[in-house]
């Protein structure tokens, strides 16, 4: 079993602080950017930066989907979402680019052992890069 990632970033108009804030807000904003592959969505505890807990079903594929359960940190530049379901986490890092920010969203987890681990570590990155393509650009969208 080794560690699956899929890595996606995104240049937005807007300074880190505020993009650090927006990554951060599971109440407002968070709703917003998500892709048609998040059902189910809600804010359990906080809502607002580090301590939020948030539940999502994340629809990978028509046969694939995670529940998430995140519980959220912030450190600096970094907002982080462990799942406490399984090995899954979401990293957010966000560093400035000129006159606006550059934001980069991994996901890593453990993958399956055997030949499904090794068509999972081809497949779903694939997929999932998608995924955070999307999400990524209604972050710029909304921080536009």
């Not at 108009?13 to 505020?18: E, G, V």
């Not at 539940?55 to 694939?64: G, H, I, Y």
């Amino acid at each position: 079993m080794g560690q699956v990632s899929a890595s996606s970033s995104i240049a937005v108009a807007a300074d880190p602080q505020r993009t650090l804030e927006a990554i951060a807000d599971y109440e407002t904003v968070r709703p917003r950017i998500l892709s048609a592959h998040y059902r189910d969505y809600k804010v359990l505890e906080g809502g607002k930066g580090a301590g939020t807990v948030a539940e999502w079903l994340l629809q990978a594929t028509e046969k694939r989907s995670r529940a998430v359960h995140a519980v959220v940190t912030v450190s600096d530049s970094i907002v982080t979402e462990r799942d406490s379901n399984s090995s899954l986490v979401n990293t957010w890092s966000v560093t400035p680019d000129g006159a606006g920010s550059q934001v980069t969203l991994r996901t890593t987890w453990n993958g399956a052992g055997g030949v499904a681990g090794i068509f999972e570590g081809i497949f779903a990155p694939l997929g999932l890069k998608k995924i955070q393509a999307e999400v990524l650009a209604n972050l710029q969208n909304e921080l536009s």
